[in-house]
């Protein structure tokens, strides 16, 4: 599902945006937390084809998805990250958008797309 599906069906808010062709970009799959423990233990395969969405808006979620080389998150409940903790998005080239939907929608609506999990 290309980036520009992804934002339009989760109503989703650009907050940072390090790269052009983003909107273009294919992702194959989702992973939803607000563990980064979680992320870091399960998502093993193809990480740049996943997008993590979480409601944890902190640096953690972005030096997880640094280390899983995750570049597009989406942040649910309309969290908003501080203008610090952007700036290390931006020297991590990270897209970070972030949608008024829960998790639960966010997922159910990305799967009945036909956005899957890492496992399905």
């Known amino acids: 599902m ?5 934002v339009s069906l989760l109503q989703a808010e650009p907050l940072l ?3 052009d062709s983003l ?3 294919e992702f194959d799959y989702a992973f939803a937390t ?6 870091l233990a399960m998502i093993q395969n193809d990480p740049e084809k996943t997008l993590l969405v979480t409601g944890l808006a902190n640096a953690s979620t972005l030096r997880t998805a640094e280390m899983l080389d995750i570049k597009f998150i989406v942040l649910v409940r309309g969290k908003v990250l501080s203008e610090e903790i952007l700036e290390i998005a931006r020297e991590n080239n ?6 008024k939907h829960t998790m639960y929608s966010a997922c ?3 799967y009945a ?3 899957r999990g890492i496992y399905e």
């Open 34 to 39: 607000d563990l980064m423990s979680d992320a």
């Open 23 to 25: 909107m273009d970009y």
């Open 108 to 110: 159910g609506i990305l």
């Open 2 to 6: 290309q980036v520009k599906e992804i």
């Open 17 to 19: 945006v390090c790269n």
């Open 113 to 115: 797309r036909g956005l």
């Open 94 to 99: 990270l897209n970070l958008f972030t949608t």
